[in-house]
């Protein structure tokens, strides 16, 4: 099972600032089958970025996504209010699909 | 408009068993994999189960395998979840989510519902 550790745990900004989240994986993740999802309290996750940098139907052009291999990389260029939840990673280049531990991105 | 709407969850005892249900509309169903996601409260997103455009491939999380079956109808739309043995270590929101596809057979998620909650507790 590829184990996927995101960092930081939290990340705590103001509107408008640069956000930089990173997903690691225990092992090489195959054609960079990767995704970034963004969940809000009491909802369902949304795709935002698909094969570690596409970005999905109607995802702003502020969110990116980088890397391969092990080392991966969400970026939010400026944040806007809505932003602001928990991001997941998950990988699907194995069998055995699995997620991140999540980063939290809060209003400093 | 693609929704999908799951059903079935609540309160069971460690042992017992439940079914949830997603029913899909807005897509043709019968085209595309399925996944169910949970997540306990509190905590992070664990992929559960997968299951093929026409229900005979499926696999499982090594937790689940042996007590949880995933199985559809395409011709009423809907997906399942046959949950066996609960623990309490299954308490969680449970999601059922769409693959992208057709034709794009890759294990992430376009399409969530929102979620049945399954309390595993004496």
């Known amino acids: 099972e590829i184990v996927l550790t995101q960092s930081p745990a939290t990340l705590s900004l103001s509107p408008g600032e640069r956000a930089t989240l990173s997903c690691g994986a225990s092992?090489?993740?195959?054609?960079?089958?990767l995704a970034w999802y963004q969940q809000k309290p009491g909802l369902a996750p949304r795709l935002l970025i698909y094969?570690?940098?596409s970005r999905a139907t109607g995802i702003p052009d502020r969110f990116s996504g980088s890397g391969s291999g092990t080392d991966f990389t969400l970026t939010i260029s400026r944040l806007e209010p809505e932003d602001f939840a928990v991001y997941y990673c998950?990988?699907?280049?194995?069998?055995?699909?699995?997620f991140g531990g999540g980063t939290k991105v809060e209003i400093k | 408009e693609v929704q999908l709407v799951e059903s079935g969850g609540g309160l069971v005892q460690p042992g017992g068993s439940l079914r949830l249900s997603c029913a899909a509309s807005?897509?043709?169903?019968?085209?595309?994999?399925m996944h169910w996601v949970r997540q306990a409260p509190g905590k992070g997103l664990v992929w559960v189960s997968r299951?093929?455009?026409?229900?005979?491939?499926?696999s499982y999380a090594d937790s689940v395998k042996g007590r949880f079956t995933i199985s559809r109808d395409n011709a009423k739309n809907t997906l399942y979840l046959q949950m066996n043995s609960l623990r309490a270590e299954d308490t969680a929101v449970y999601y059922c989510?769409?693959?992208?596809?057709?034709?794009?057979?890759?294990?992430?998620?376009?399409?969530w519902g929102q979620g049945t909650l399954v309390t595993v507790s004496s």
């Open positions: 989510a769409r693959e992208p596809g057709p034709g794009i057979v890759k294990d992430y998620f376009d399409y």
């Open positions: 807005g897509f043709t169903f019968s085209s595309y994999w």
């Open positions: 299951i093929n455009s026409d229900g005979s491939s499926t």
């Open positions: 092992q090489s993740v195959s054609s960079s089958y």
């Open positions: 094969d570690a940098s």
């Open positions: 998950q990988q699907y280049g194995s069998s055995q699909l699995t």
